[in-house]
């Protein structure tokens, strides 16, 4: 199973950007999907979250600013990023929790897309 983000980049403060997660290969089915974010000299934390169901999750910093999306037929999960700071200045992870042709839970992350947020 393969997961490929896209969209990130350069802008800046106040602006938006709109991140895409692909997931392709072999599994039955995809049940949560999230975006994680990890900035230099810190821990790996979760931003966003989304059930098969749509049922969504968000950290408190970036509630109101941040909306995570998916097409299920798609198998691509979505993360439009608005009001950007520099804080916000990550390199974004997404994550897919899959079910395996072996019906066994397998979790898949992607190898990451820099979102760098100028003042």
């Known amino acids: 199973v393969q997961l490929v983000e896209s969209g990130g980049g350069l802008v800046q403060a106040g602006g938006s950007l709109r991140l895409s997660c692909a997931a392709s290969g072999r599994f039955l089915s995809i049940n949560a999907m999230g975006w994680y974010r990890q900035a230099p000299g810190k821990q790996r934390e979760l931003v966003a979250s989304i059930t098969s169901g749509g049922s969504t999750n968000y950290a408190d910093s970036v509630k109101g600013r941040f909306t995570i999306s998916r097409d299920n037929a798609k198998n691509t999960v979505y993360l439009q990023i608005s009001s950007l700071k520099p804080e916000d200045t990550s390199v974004y992870y997404c994550?897919?929790?899959?079910?395996?042709?072996?019906?066994?839970?397998?979790?898949?992350w992607g190898k990451g897309t820099l979102v760098t947020v100028s003042s």
């Open positions: 994550n897919a929790d899959t079910i395996t042709p072996g019906n066994l839970l397998a979790k898949y």
